[in-house]
């Protein structure tokens, strides 16, 4: 089975900047749309933003149009998340799944009804916060 490994979380100041990570160790990635998920504290995990596979298709969920962009480097095995502008409410575990496609409804309904080739991993902690 696929598995995912997330990183690249830290303690972030309000307007800053962090990239996230998300690699198969032992696999590929490459052919499988990836989505990020969120959950912060006492609620539940969210779609933040998913990529397709091949010609990018992609969706953003609104906490992060215009801040948030996904991205990823086949040649690396790696998609990535990049927060520009994060702020408290971005305090999360940011989470990465390959879902079974990356559709407007794949962040925007709860994660626990988004069909995944993958288990959850750790997930990496993001702190926003002066």
């Known amino acids: 089975q696929l598995q995912l490994v997330e990183s690249g979380g830290g303690l972030v100041q309000p307007g800053g900047s962090l990239r996230l990570s998300c690699a198969a160790p032992?696999?590929?990635?490459?052919?499988?749309?990836i989505a990020w998920f969120r959950q912060a504290p006492g609620k539940e995990r969210e779609g933040v933003s998913c990529?397709?596979?091949?010609?990018?298709?992609?969706h953003y969920a609104d906490s992060g149009k215009g801040r948030f962009t996904i991205s990823r480097d086949n040649t690396q095995n790696t998609v990535y998340l990049q927060k520009n502008n994060v702020k408290p409410e971005d305090t999360a575990v940011y989470y990465c799944?390959?879902?079974?496609?990356?559709?407007?409804?794949?962040?925007?309904?709860?994660?626990?009804?988004?069909?995944?080739?993958?288990?959850w991993g750790q997930g990496t902690q993001v702190t926003v916060s002066s």
């Open positions: 032992g696999g590929t990635l490459n052919s499988y749309a």
């Open positions: 990529i397709s596979s091949g010609f990018p298709t992609i």
């Open positions: 799944a390959a879902p079974y496609g990356c559709w407007s409804s794949t962040v925007s309904r709860p994660a626990g009804e988004i069909d995944r080739y993958n288990d």
